[in-house]
């Protein structure tokens, strides 16, 4: 294995550029040797992808740092083994150490909300989201149903105060949702979503920004809302594994 560690240094809310790990038999046969990749503890911040499934293969990894608080240090493990019988040094383990770096994370990323049965008098519904980052970050957000690359509504250059609070974020292409606030636009907060069922479809989407700025730098950030109001859902079939006697 070449490297044996990876280091990554990310802002929080960002993905870190990828490193790439050699995998290659060092047996004189130089025979193919099958490989299976996790992370331990498992972990969805770490990803990988495989050049092939058995050797020689490149591993090219990378952090996706979108909920990971920042000026903090997290530690897994990558472990790389085979099942053949044959392969003595399996499993290998990499030391993966990420430094998260100042800036701004939403959390959730993103959310599904599923409504069943979805009575069109009933009360609104109301979800969290919640902006963390480093101390001082202050924040804008807006929220819009249109496509992702088209939403202008947060990108005002205004610089919002520390004190600013009792904030009413601009909705827009998305009269499922009529309202979306915040007690104070300094983190730690809350964007609070309110979900009107009697103006949503079946299938209802939105996207969050939130624009962050501490010391000079912007952060954007946006975590992705999908509401789904039925009064007959339909679920995915249940796929039974079984496992036959070797």
């Known amino acids: 294995m070449n490297p044996s560690r990876l280091d990554f240094t ?5 993905q870190s550029p990828p490193q ?3 995998i290659s038999n060092a047996a004189t046969s130089g025979a193919a040797v099958p490989l299976q990749v996790h992370t331990l503890p498992q972990v969805d911040y770490v990803r990988w992808s495989q050049s092939n499934a058995s050797t ?28 053949e019988a044959n392969v003595t040094n399996t499993p290998y383990s ?18 599904s909300v599923v ?34 690359a088209l939403q202008t509504a947060a990108q005002g250059s205004a610089v919002l105060l520390a004190e600013a609070g009792d904030e009413s974020w601009p ?14 636009t300094t983190v730690p907060s809350t964007i609070t979503l309110t979900l009107d069922q009697a103006q949503a479809a079946l299938f209802n989407q939105a996207h969050v920004t939130v624009i962050g700025q501490l010391d000079g730098a912007t952060y954007t950030r946006t975590s992705d809302i999908a509401f789904v109001c039925t009064d007959y859902p339909v679920y995915l079939p249940t796929v039974l594994r079984l496992a036959w006697p070797q």
């Open 10 to 14: 990310v802002a929080a809310g960002d």
């Open 115 to 148: 409504h069943a049965p979805c009575p069109r008098a009933a009360a609104p519904l109301q979800v969290d989201l919640r902006v963390l980052g480093s101390a001082g970050v202050t924040f804008r957000a807006a929220v819009d149903g249109g496509p992702a």
């Open 171 to 184: 909705v827009q292409n998305a009269p499922w949702i009529s309202a979306a606030q915040s007690p104070t």
């Open 20 to 22: 790439s790990i050699t």
């Open 94 to 111: 990499i030391p993966v150490l990420i430094r998260v770096a100042k800036g701004m994370i939403v959390r959730p990323h993103g959310l």
């Open 56 to 83: 020689p293969s490149t591993l090219t990894v990378y952090v996706d740092a979108a909920e990971l608080l920042p000026d903090l240090t997290y530690a897994v493990q990558l472990v790389i083994e085979s099942p």
